[in-house]
């Protein structure tokens, strides 16, 4: 296995190296926390993590709660996944016997319904039954959808009996939603018997969901695993700063915006000649809530901001499912230093539980180093990047091991992970001050060891 | 991945297609009834199962908790060998920082040097700092030992301080037992610190363990199980008996043998009447303690064990170790009919905590469908037996899918890991009755829900 292709890393000169031999020289150190943290908190069901890697920084840009490729990743990760699966279900009710998966609306997508497809089979080969549940108030009566490669879904309207939500003739014991809830929380799943376990919970939906939370969550994961492994935490840490009263469409009051993005320019120039990095800093502008890689821009100065013009604005205005952007998070721009086929590519590190299951590399060859990939144009390599995420190879190389530098991913993966515990912990709005978005009280804050 | 190669079963008839069948119709009830039983038993650090699949049976036939042949399993099988082993460590001891593994003696035999190299890479990646520390009264001082593959090991003098068991500069959280004590307890290991966990326990050791004291909770095991799934126990399960006083040096002393061989027999062609099996019943004569396919005989007919010739009885009479053997388990022959390269092939199941992690064929040539593999002349194909073990794919025509075949080889392989842990609990020196090998007493005996 020590012979896989990793994709050329242009950039990987001094830093990137001495980073790497930092964490594999600590994986003992590495494991042993990571043990330690998820005894104080609890994974969330599943998730997946963008990452970027610069060379001279490797950070997330993005943590999914509802992760939609399960399809994108190799077949030879599957029994990792299913064994991650059980881990899963034997912690959170080992006596279920029945899931019901709820999906996006959007059942028309073959690429999604595909990744919906993989998930019912991991799930199904740890022993549960699973039936697929839909929130699409057009689908009244049990439909089935033919997949490429005769695979078919069989897709149900949802029942609400009693406090719990059900399909006919099917009780779950546990309802896992696949679907982001950016359209807001809907009301079938809303104050469900506690003996029905919904996973992850409603308030990791886009419509309570920030950005922003997620990673001030990171900031703190990031210190203090930076302090364990004795790195700068900037090298995997993206800076970031928020808008709340954003209105694309009146340029006018978009100053905080434009101050906001001025200022990060300026400390990560900062930091860039600190390390003697010769790239031009960039930050990307995107929805505080919401998905899809829609909303986003790349802004080189902020005076960018402020010369949009109508087009760029009303995308930028509104995401999914027709929602309207008022917050902004703008974060630093990690730009992309990997190729795969001649275009450029991040990884995208999936987890189930608290393992990391595999994961692909997004690639999209029309866009820049400092551009989002996800964007139609895009595809899905799942490379050597199977389920090898947790085999690090202490005699290779620095730099010529595909096992370290996976390794090195998934640890990363891992860190997002961890912030989006904590993240669930401190919005949970059964814990005070959670619910109207505030800073949580102190003694709703859980401590991260370091 | 369902296109994988499987050895051809060639007498894949009626019966076992039905039984596989039954099995996969039953996942959800097989899943939900093992996770049941594992908040009820907690199963050992690490096991392998030997199989032999007649077609018309499939049945365990020896259970080893000091498995001995992890480099023979697929590179591919790593990934979930780590994630078992870390859902292994955070259940024993989430804290653990080092864990000192103790090889067999024989550090001359590369095959197994290599099973300790792999080992060590599986419980290394796992976060921990792993030392090996060598029983060998020979070795005084660390021994650096070269593999093929530019690999070596570091064999290390074992210390005691005080209650623990220590190396010079390392005191292990985590003591991991690859010996299988056949030539007693040593008293290096004797009275540890409750701190010190000590894995698996001393009782699990071949000079304590008896093979029909584990046969005899895997009746219990599979008896619940086929009464799940609606089969005859049978057909999962060898008949056996035991002798507790034989003498193979003096033939007149082998009564009960001779008698036991017989009743055997005569059970078994019942049941091969029953179901109108055309096979010449046999059945396995062998050390009721002990392993390395030492000390093993097939018998078609009663007059056999008293026609034995000297040297015939001089090598049932020791093995390893030079242990003589005065009692023995007569097990029920259950013939091969998998071919892997024109050899007998049985498979192997590895198992670490409650997962399957891989497999491989034992085949041997030189042998026949009725006699133990376990011998020179054999070799290992790991084959597509990676970590494909919990992949059941319902949809696939009985009898035509690797998947399948290897899933139910999986299922087995969990149930014989059940009875171990049934078997270490009831046989544990701190439960009264245990010590002097008389019959449990109920209220140390551990109830198995159905």
């Known amino acids: 296995m020590s012979t896989l292709s990793v994709p050329n890393l242009a950039a990987a000169a001094g830093p990137v190296l001495e980073f790497e031999r930092r964490i594999l020289d600590s994986v003992p150190e590495i494991e042993h926390w990571f043990r330690l943290q998820w005894l104080e908190h609890t994974p969330p069901f599943y998730g997946s993590v963008d990452l970027r890697n610069a060379g001279f920084k490797l950070a997330p840009v993005d943590m999914n709660l509802f992760p939609g490729g399960f399809n994108n990743l190799s077949d030879d990760a599957l029994p990792c996944a299913v064994q991650a699966a059980q881990v899963a279900v034997e912690r959170i009710c080992p006596d279920a016997r029945r899931l019901l998966l709820v999906p996006e609306r959007h059942t028309r997508n073959v690429h999604y319904l595909l990744n919906v497809a993989r998930l019912v089979r991991i799930l199904s080969s740890t022993g549960l039954e699973v039936r697929i549940g839909s929130l699409a108030e057009e689908l009244t009566e049990p439909t089935t959808i033919s997949l490429p490669g005769a695979e078919r879904l069989l897709v149900e309207p949802l029942h609400r009996n009693g406090r719990r939500v059900v399909l006919d003739n099917f009780d779950p014991c ?207 390599v799942p490379l050597a990047f199977h389920c090898s995420c947790n085999l690090p190879d202490p005699r290779a190389a620095p730099g010529a091991s595909a096992l ?16 989006a515990a904590l993240e669930l912990e401190r919005w949970d709005p059964a814990n005070s001050g959670a619910t109207d978005r505030g800073a949580p009280t102190s003694s709703t804050t859980p401590a991260l060891a370091g």
Chains 1, 2 share one sequence.
Request: overall charge negative.
């Open 174 to 380: 546990v309802v896992l939603l696949n679907n982001d809830l950016s359209a807001g929380t809907p009301e079938i799943l809303q104050g469900l018997d506690p003996d029905q376990t919904l996973l992850p919970p409603l308030h990791a939906g886009w419509s309570v969901r920030r950005k922003s939370n997620h990673f001030a969550c990171y900031d703190e994961v990031a210190g203090t695993f930076a302090r364990l492994v004795q790195v700068d935490p900037w090298m995997i840490n993206p800076l970031f700063a928020r808008c709340g009263e954003v209105d694309f469409r009146d340029t006018a009051s978009n100053e905080c915006l434009v101050s906001q993005v001025d200022q990060l320019l300026a400390a990560i120039r900062e930091k860039y000649q600190t390390y003697d990095i010769q790239q031009k800093p960039f930050v990307i502008v995107k929805a505080d809530a919401g998905t899809y890689g829609m909303g986003i821009m790349t802004v080189h100065d902020a005076s960018e901001v402020a010369a949009l013009n109508r087009k760029q604005r009303n995308k930028m205005a509104i995401v999914k499912e027709g929602l309207h952007v008022s917050e902004v998070i703008i974060q630093e721009g990690v730009p992309s230093f990997e190729k795969v086929e001649h275009g450029v590519a991040e990884p995208v590190v999936y987890m189930i539980d608290r393992y990391v299951v595999g994961g692909f590399y997004r690639v999209h060859p029309g866009r820049g180093i400092d551009e989002n990939l996800n964007a139609p144009g895009m595809h899905f």
């Open 404 to 419: 370290n530098r996976f390794y090195i991913y998934g640890v990363i993966g891992r860190l997002a992970l961890l912030a």
